[in-house]
């Protein structure tokens, strides 16, 4: 280099510190997120450019290296960020001993259905899996493995200690599926429960009244469920304490 000879000391240059983001950084980081949702929803990964959220997000496209990395990075996060929580946090609750079925199951309800609350980033979350359920990217092994497998595996080793069982059967797959979709059901069918009922969506509180109904319901479907285990064992055991029937009652029987 100019300058510089066998002589000259060379100097290390200590490593940069982190770039502190701007005063408006929170504000340019929204409307790229936000507007990388909508039009992920609308046209898919794929179709959709980098140029095109930076323009319709007023940020210079650099922005969105400086935020997310890259495109996969903003649209991994237009999955996990705009709906709020973490699917961890949700896992973590389950495993807690101290909480009963009734306290786990509100405590999911409430988190899972709180992002109702913010209308139209909603409708476009809920279009954005759809989408990606049918024009599949690597993001949907990610969703599939952090937001369906953990969560479910949780609800199905509650269920287990709460029925007193060792190990979960396919009646016990078919309960978690099954609670997991009142709640869910409140997404998919949000647009026809506003054109039948609106008054059920409309505010945070009717919100709210969801969760705790939810709460009730899914308890019901887990005391019909040891209801119909318990029968089940009390004719398993009378068939196995009744006297063997003899060879000439069980031929008038078969008449």
Same mark, same amino acid.
């Given at each position: 280099?100019?300058?510089?000879?066998?002589?000259?000391?060379?100097?290390?240059?200590?490593?940069?510190?982190?770039?502190?983001?701007?005063?408006?950084?929170?504000?340019?980081?929204?409307?790229?997120?936000?507007?990388?949702?909508?039009?992920?929803?609308?046209?898919?990964?794929?179709?959709?450019?980098?140029?095109?959220?930076?323009?319709?997000?007023?940020?210079?496209?650099?922005?969105?290296?400086?935020?997310?990395?890259?495109?996969?990075?903003?649209?991994?996060? $237009?999955?996990?960020?705009?709906?709020?929580?973490?699917?961890?946090?949700?896992?973590?609750?389950?495993?807690?001993?101290?909480?009963?079925?009734?306290?786990?199951?509100?405590?999911?309800?409430?988190?899972?259905?709180?992002?109702?609350?913010?209308?139209?980033?909603?409708?476009? $979350?809920?279009?954005?899996?759809?989408?990606?359920?049918?024009?599949?990217?690597?993001?949907?092994?990610?969703?599939?493995?952090?937001?369906?497998?953990?969560?479910?595996?949780?609800?199905?080793?509650?269920? $287990?200690?709460?029925?007193?069982?060792?190990?979960?059967?396919?009646?016990?797959?078919?309960?978690?599926?099954?609670?997991?979709?009142?709640?869910?059901?409140?997404?998919?069918?949000?647009?026809?429960?506003?054109?039948?009922?609106?008054?059920?969506?409309?505010?945070?509180?009717?919100?709210?009244?969801?969760?705790?109904?939810?709460?009730?319901?899914?308890?019901?479907?887990?005391?019909?469920?040891?209801?119909?285990?318990?029968?089940?064992?009390?004719?398993?055991?009378?068939?196995?304490?009744?006297?063997?029937?003899?060879?000439?009652?069980?031929?008038?029987?078969?008449?």
């Amino acid at each position: 280099m100019p300058g510089m000879n066998a002589r000259d000391p060379i100097i290390s240059t200590p490593p940069r510190a982190p770039r502190a983001p701007r005063a408006d950084g929170a504000e340019a980081r929204h409307r790229l997120l936000h507007t990388a949702l909508r039009l992920f929803a609308q046209k898919g990964f794929a179709k959709t450019s980098t140029r095109e959220i930076a323009r319709e997000a007023g940020v210079n496209i650099s922005a969105i290296s400086y935020y997310f990395s890259d495109k996969n990075g903003l649209y991994g996060a $237009c999955f996990t960020e705009p709906m709020g929580g973490d699917s961890d946090d949700l896992v973590a609750i389950f495993s807690t001993p101290d909480l009963t079925l009734e306290e786990a199951l509100r405590i999911c309800f409430t988190s899972v259905i709180e992002p109702l609350k913010q209308g139209e980033i909603v409708r476009q $979350c809920i279009q954005l899996h759809m989408r990606e359920m049918l024009e599949p990217t690597s993001q949907w092994a990610k969703e599939i493995e952090r937001d369906i497998k953990g969560p479910h595996r949780a609800i199905v080793e509650l269920l $287990c200690r709460h029925l007193k069982l060792e190990r979960a059967d396919d009646d016990i797959h078919r309960l978690t599926f099954a609670i997991t979709g009142l709640s869910m059901q409140l997404y998919v069918n949000q647009d026809f429960i506003e054109a039948v009922r609106p008054s059920l969506l409309r505010t945070p509180r009717s919100i709210d009244t969801w969760a705790n109904r939810l709460t009730v319901y899914a308890l019901a479907l887990v005391q019909a469920e040891a209801a119909r285990r318990q029968a089940l064992a009390a004719d398993e055991k009378a068939a196995a304490t009744a006297p063997a029937a003899s060879p000439a009652r069980a031929a008038r029987k078969k008449t």
